[in-house]
């Protein structure tokens, strides 16, 4: 069945460096997003992307972050400089026709900023 | 905006006891509503969904309905297992636009033997 991957399953980094999560979606679908969770917090939307360009972002989703879908089968969640309040997990979705409510997520990508 | 209200956890069951996990949403428009479970160290996994009014969302023995009258989607299972330890989040998606999903703070679910 196909799933959704994320890489890495852990990173670690420093306050003030650059990360670039990276996810694989399922490869038919058209519409992507970003989710994160602090620990033991809610799920909360970042962005989602089709066609391209970004379609949604959310108030967490600053100038600090950047999605890109570099090469049609990547796409990637860039943090450019990473505060220690980033430290969470990231989980990349994808959904794919108009008429489909499924997203399928990702096994997510935990990111401690020390 | 929109928002999902789920019952505070830790829900604690004995194997084989009934399970009600409460969520009420507010929405503008007519959302599709779901489930979601996370087990220890793992990713979200979709456990069930309903996309319109009284429709009934069920999978592995829980199950949902869309109450639009009452704005809830309450899941319920007749007899858990120690295997259904997880959290699970309510969640919504609006019909339009792209359909981002708004989750609950979820739901920590502890069966024991």
Redesign the interface.
């Known amino acids: 069945e196909p799933e959704v991957t994320q890489t890495p399953s852990h990173q670690v980094t420093q306050m003030g460096q650059e990360v670039i999560l990276r996810c694989v979606p399922i490869s038919n679908h058209l519409?992507f997003?970003w989710?994160r969770q602090i620990l033991g917090?809610?799920?909360?939307?970042l962005v989602?992307f089709?066609n391209n360009e970004i379609?949604?972002k959310s108030e967490i989703f600053d100038d600090q972050f950047s999605v890109e879908r570099p090469d049609g089968s990547n796409f990637t969640l860039k943090i450019r400089s990473t505060k220690l309040e980033d430290s969470a997990m990231y989980?990349c979705?994808s959904?794919d026709r108009a008429a489909t409510?499924?997203?399928?997520?990702?096994?997510?990508t935990r990111l401690t900023v020390t | 905006g929109d928002s999902v209200t789920q019952m505070e956890g830790p829900v604690t069951l004995s194997e084989e006891a009934f399970l009600t996990i409460n969520c009420t949403y507010t929405a503008t428009g007519y959302p599709s509503l779901f489930w979601y479970v996370q087990y220890p160290g793992e990713g979200l996994q979709l456990l069930l969904k309903a996309t319109k009014a009284d429709d009934k969302g069920s999978n592995k023995g829980f199950e949902a309905t869309y109450r639009k009258e009452t704005t809830s989607f309450h899941l319920e299972k007749g007899s858990v297992q120690v295997s259904d330890s997880a959290v699970y989040f309510c969640a919504l998606s609006d019909s339009t636009g792209f359909q981002k999903l708004v989750f609950g703070t979820g739901t920590r679910l502890l069966v024991s033997p």
């Not at chain 1, 917090?41 to 939307?45: L, N, R, T």
């Open positions: 519409y997003y989710y917090q809610k799920v909360e939307f989602s089709y379609s949604e989980f979705a959904r409510y499924e997203q399928y997520f990702g096994p997510g």
